[in-house]
Each structure stands twice: as structure tokens, then as C-alpha cells.
């Protein structure tokens, strides 16, 4: 018994510490001292009704407190209803005169959506995270969440809401409470938030304390799934309307979906382009010094497809002799796009990503399609002239001590569209009539056609392309150890290891090793010493979908393994070892049937517990010895 007890000890100092070291005063930091602070994704957080609105011919109206995102009963029987609760207003983000919605507080905010018998699993984001913190006896108050309007822009999070007010408050309410700085998950949109708030916080912040300030109270950040130079899928979403599941048609998720100045926050746009910014606060006393300078180097121009694999949007204009004289302005189109236009005929128009980025879409476009107005309005408010920061330029690496990007590889994932007119009414005006895909380093349409391009080596997560997803290994240095590894538990057989490997800035990493197309396979790429003190890892999770990776068991595990190694005092390395994965729950443990035995001997043992079903459910971890987290210093 005293040995259970000192292994769950053992387990609980591993699951509140992420990094053994020296703390902002220079002590040791203390493992008990540590929180975590979620951060969710797009479309991730409760939305309950703030209004009464009574439903005609309906029984369910929505009263204060009543979910809105996501109640699927109300959007069944009162979709119109429903959107009331959900629509703003495209232009000044205000909610409808009907109804007002706001996002729910705390961790029941984000684990389930749609809380329910066959709802709930379905709508499951963070839940079986919590549960591990849980199981693993995390305290109550060591995990906050932070939830958001998932709808607004970040200047409108600030201005209506107070957000980023309240999320410093939340850092520092953490250190008061604990004593020690707080590690950051991010999921998906909830990374762009972060950065956002990064970058406001410096206008908040003497500059000689923003530093400081960041050490100690955020020890370490992980960037889950983050689109770090935009998503393709948000083309989608904002030309034809993308349901994300629900029983609404995409016509119904086009409005919607385009009454958000969130929408364009995920918005693909160039590597190459970056933004001077519009106020300078600590040197000029806030006042305004300018427009804000959007530049791009000379790789923009050279190859034409802004770093991405094609060019992203390919849409025909419905052009003809007589509106082209009339009512299409071409200033409005790049130049580029008008060597092949024939009067009297419907033209096709390609738009690379800094096009999406600068407006130049939307305004060739304008005369066709009404929401292009309203996003170009939204984008040239919220975005390009943001005082803060503008969100559609590439991101450097956060001033954190350590960071771990992690995201899913492998997978088809959408790189470009092509759109035409479909003779509909607004909003069913487009129809997609072909897709690109990135996959296995190969671009091809959706009938299988091969396209050209420049592929990365492999492919994104099924809703971010691959080059969004890794431009975080441009935080890294010039030497990265790389090491490969499988995701399932393994004796360290069929580890491959790659030490102080050249890295190009502004390059991908392309490890030299083989893979079995059997295994599914964990790459992490790690630098410790390029920045002193500070530590960058990323972390590529082979087949991990975009929206399900937070409930990945694979990186659950593999966060708490690093958090152990990181606070024991016979470390030997700045990061965990990859040598071997055994099993760290029971369920993890199974039955071996071609040896009559649970598998993983040395961990697992047959235990049987009264409603146990079937041999594997009562295979559990033996904990007979202290020393079962010893393998991984």
C-alpha cells in the first residue's frame, strides 16, 4: 500500500509541472505552484441566451441562460429562432434586436456542447482532457478556462467584453492563487487569441516589465492545431457555407457563418507579408503615427502563390459585354488576373493567399456577391487596420520560456477550390464544382487528377494545410535534433533518431527516416539551445484530426510524460526520452490473446473487478514499484 501510495504521488508531482529550472527570482520551480488555462478553438464554447424570444409555432423559446451553441432540439424545431440567437450584424457586431447570446464561463463551458446521452459524446471537445487531470488527481482550482465570443474580432473581444482585461486577470489571479506561473493550452483559433493578446498585452505593460511580466506567470505555452498562417476551409465556409455537421443547409451556414468578424480571422494569407503597426503607445503616447504599411518581400512576387501549395481560390466571374462596360470596375482585380479575360464570357480569376489577405478578393468580387461588402468592411476595420496587431501576418515566436507546437499530419486536407456561378439566389449564389488536395506530397483534384503546385513533403491535418500548420518550425534554430517514434506503446525497437540536423530559416525540415505504412508515427523536432533559456519542440501526430487531437490519448500522454521529466531531479536531458512507452493507465493495458496473458507483463497484470465484460478490462497496471516513470528521464 505505501508503495501505491508513493507511485500516486509520483504521478500527481508529474501532472502539475511542466518545467524543472529556475523560476522568474532564480529558486527552483515548484510543481505544486503550477495551473493550466485553456484557451478553445473556434466554435468550441457554449453560447447560452442572455434575452427572451418567444418562438411562433414552436413550444421552445429561449429564455435566459438557455444554450443556444449547441442546443440541436431548438435548431431542429426552431432554426429561425435559433439564428436570431446566433446571427450579428455584419458591420457593427451587434447582436440581433431579438435575441443576444454570450459565451458560457468555466470548464462546463468547453467540455461538452450539447450536453446529452447521444449529444454529449458527439459534441465532446475538452472533456476527456479534464478527465485525465482528474484520474490523474490535478486540483479543482490548478485548470481555468477561458472562453470566448467565438464570433467577434479581437478588438470587439476587448471592446465589448473586456477579454484580454480579464484574461491578464486570470494570469495573475493563477500566481496569487497558486503561487507560480500558469502553462497555456491553446486549441485551433484559441492560439490566434493568444497571440492577440501577446501583443496587447505590450500596450498594457511597461516595456521593461512586459518580459518579466511573461515569466512569471506563463511558464510554458502549447500550441494545439494552430492555424498559424490561415485555413483554407474558411474559403469554404464564407463562399458556399460550411455546416460543420449540423442539419442546416449551407446556405443557412453561409449567413451565418458571414455575419461573424471572426471569419476572418482565420483567413489564409502570405509567409512573405507582414504589417508595420498602425500606433506606436510607449513612443508616441498612443497617438496615431500613420496608416498601417502592409509590405511583402520579393519571394511574393516570384513565385505568385503567397507560400502555400496553389493558388487558393479559382472562381469564375460572370461577365458580360455589357457589364464589363457598365459596372465591373477593373482596378478592382489584380493585374495579373486580367491577361485571360474575354468580353462576353464568363472569366476565370485565381487569387493567391496575400490576395485573400489584402482585400484584392473581395474587391473583384464586389459586384457579384453582397457579403463581399460587408467582409471587405470587416477586414479593412478589424484586421488590417487593427491599432494592436494584424492577425493575417506570419507569427514570430511567442517571448515564452518554452513552447510546444503540436499538431496532426498526414491526412487529406484542402488546399484550393474552384467556384462558379450556380444561378441561384443569394446566399446559394457559388458552387464548388472542384477541390485541390495536399496528400502524400502530391497535390490532385477531387477526381483524382494530379495538379500543379509545390506540395509540401507531407500533408496537413484534414482542415489545416501543412504549411499553416508548421510554420512554427521557423522558431526554431539553426541545429534540431529530430527523433521519430510510434504512437502506440512500444519496447524502443523501432525508434529512429536524427541529432543536430541543419535548419534553413523560412524552410521546412524534411527528416531523413523510414516509416512503415503501418504505424502511425509521433515526430517530434527539438531545439534547447539556440535561445538560452528557452526551450521550442514541435510535435507532428501522424492521422490526428484537426478537431478531435485535444481528446487524443497519444498526446495526452505525451504531455504528462514530459511534464514528469521535466520536474525530476535526475534529468539528464532537456526533453523526455523517446526510448520506450509503456502503458501509464489501466486503460492501457489489454489482453494479449495470442499469449493468454495481458500484454506489457511488466506493467499490466490480470485483475478482475466485479462488472467487468471482457478479458482486456481486466488487464490493469500492476503499481508495484515507484520506479515505473523512472524510464522516462
Same mark, same amino acid.
Given at each position: ?12 508531482? *508529474?501532472?502539475? #509541472? !511542466? ?7 532564480? =529558486?527552483? @520551480?515548484?510543481?505544486?505552484? $503550477? ?106 482550482? *490548478?485548470?481555468? #478556462? !477561458? ?7 479581437? =478588438?470587439? @473581444?476587448?471592446?465589448?467584453? $473586456? ?471
Amino acid at each position: 500500500m505505501a508503495k501505491k501510495r508513493l507511485l500516486c504521488l509520483s504521478v500527481l508531482i *508529474a501532472l502539475l #509541472a !511542466v518545467t524543472a529550472g529556475d523560476s522568474g527570482d532564480g =529558486s527552483e @520551480l515548484d510543481y505544486s505552484k $503550477l495551473s493550466g488555462i485553456i484557451i478553445p478553438g473556434f466554435a468550441s464554447t457554449q453560447l447560452r441566451a442572455w434575452s427572451i424570444l418567444d418562438c411562433p409555432y414552436s413550444p421552445l423559446d429561449f429564455n435566459p441562460l438557455d444554450l443556444v451553441w449547441l442546443d440541436t432540439t431548438k435548431l431542429l424545431s426552431a432554426v429561425n429562432c435559433w439564428l436570431k440567437c446566433m446571427l450579428l450584424d455584419p458591420y457593427n457586431q451587434t447582436d440581433h434586436p431579438d435575441c443576444k447570446s454570450r459565451p458560457d464561463s468555466g470548464l462546463s463551458g468547453i467540455t461538452e456542447l450539447d450536453p446529452g446521452y447521444i449529444t454529449g459524446p458527439l459534441s465532446s471537445v475538452w472533456k476527456e482532457w479534464i478527465k485525465w487531470c482528474i484520474e490523474f488527481g490535478i486540483e479543482a482550482n *490548478a485548470i481555468m #478556462a !477561458v472562453p470566448y465570443d467565438w464570433r467577434l474580432s479581437p =478588438s470587439m @473581444l476587448e471592446e465589448r467584453d $473586456l477579454y484580454f482585461h480579464k484574461l491578464k486577470l486570470t494570469f495573475e489571479t493563477a500566481f496569487k492563487l497558486r503561487g507560480g506561473p500558469s502553462l497555456v493550452f491553446a486549441h485551433s483559433l484559441g492560439n490566434n487569441v493568444f497571440r492577440y493578446f501577446l501583443e496587447w498585452l505590450k500596450l498594457e505593460i511597461a516595456p521593461k516589465h512586459y518580459i518579466q511580466w511573461l515569466d512569471q506567470h506563463i511558464h510554458a505555452y502549447f500550441a494545439v492545431a494552430a492555424p498559424l498562417l490561415g485555413a483554407t476551409e474558411t474559403i469554404e465556409a464564407t463562399l458556399s457555407g460550411f455546416t460543420f455537421g449540423l442539419p442546416v443547409s449551407e446556405g443557412t451556414a453561409r449567413l451565418m457563418f458571414n455575419s461573424f468578424a471572426s471569419s476572418l480571422w482565420m483567413m489564409p494569407f502570405s509567409k512573405y507579408c507582414r504589417t508595420d503597426n498602425k500606433y506606436c503607445k510607449h513612443f508616441s503616447g498612443g497617438k496615431h503615427v500613420g496608416t498601417p504599411s502592409y509590405h511583402c518581400d520579393e519571394k511574393e512576387f516570384k513565385s505568385n502563390l503567397s507560400g502555400w501549395p496553389t493558388k487558393i481560390i479559382n472562381i469564375e466571374i460572370p461577365s458580360t459585354l455589357g457589364q464589363i462596360d457598365d459596372t465591373f470596375a477593373f482596378s478592382k482585380i489584380p493585374e495579373a488576373n486580367l491577361s485571360g479575360m474575354e468580353c462576353g464570357l464568363p472569366t476565370q480569376l485565381s487569387f493567391s493567399a496575400r490576395e485573400i489577405a489584402d482585400g484584392s478578393f473581395f474587391k473583384a468580387i464586389e459586384d457579384y456577391d453582397p457579403d463581399s461588402k460587408r467582409l471587405l468592411y470587416q477586414l479593412e476595420k478589424s484586421y488590417l487596420g487593427d491599432p494592436v496587431l494584424n492577425p493575417l501576418t506570419p507569427w514570430d515566436r511567442p517571448p515564452i520560456k518554452n513552447v510546444f507546437c503540436i499538431y496532426g499530419t498526414n491526412s487529406k486536407t484542402k488546399v484550393g477550390y474552384y467556384f462558379a456561378p450556380s444561378g441561384k439566389p443569394y446566399p446559394d449564389n457559388w458552387i464548388i464544382t472542384d477541390v485541390v488536395y495536399e496528400y502524400e506530397g502530391s497535390l490532385f483534384s477531387r477526381s483524382g487528377n494530379l495538379v500543379e503546385g509545390n506540395p509540401g513533403a507531407i500533408s496537413g491535418d484534414e482542415t489545416v494545410p501543412y504549411n499553416s500548420l508548421s510554420w512554427c518550425k521557423n522558431w526554431m534554430g539553426p541545429k534540431v535534433n529530430i527523433t521519430r517514434a510510434p504512437q502506440q506503446e512500444h519496447d524502443g525497437s523501432d525508434v529512429q533518431i536524427d541529432l543536430n540536423v541543419e535548419h534553413q530559416h523560412g524552410e521546412d525540415i524534411v527528416p531523413n527516416m523510414t516509416r512503415s505504412p503501418r504505424v502511425k508515427y509521433i515526430t517530434y523536432y527539438e531545439d534547447s539551445e539556440s535561445l538560452p533559456g528557452k526551450r521550442t519542440a514541435v510535435w507532428e501526430l501522424d492521422k490526428a484530426n484537426h478537431r478531435n487531437i485535444v481528446r487524443s490519448p497519444v498526446l495526452m500522454r505525451e504531455l504528462w510524460l514530459e511534464m514528469w521529466r521535466d520536474i525530476h531531479p535526475d534529468a539528464k536531458s532537456q526533453f523526455v526520452t523517446k526510448a520506450k512507452r509503456g502503458p501509464l493507465r489501466d486503460e492501457d493495458c489489454y489482453w494479449d490473446y495470442g499469449k493468454a496473458r495481458c500484454a506489457w507483463a511488466e506493467y499490466c497484470e490480470y485483475r478482475y473487478v466485479f462488472g467487468d465484460v471482457h478479458l482486456g478490462q481486466s488487464c490493469r497496471l500492476r503499481y508495484t514499484s515507484a520506479d515505473l516513470l523512472l524510464h522516462y528521464l
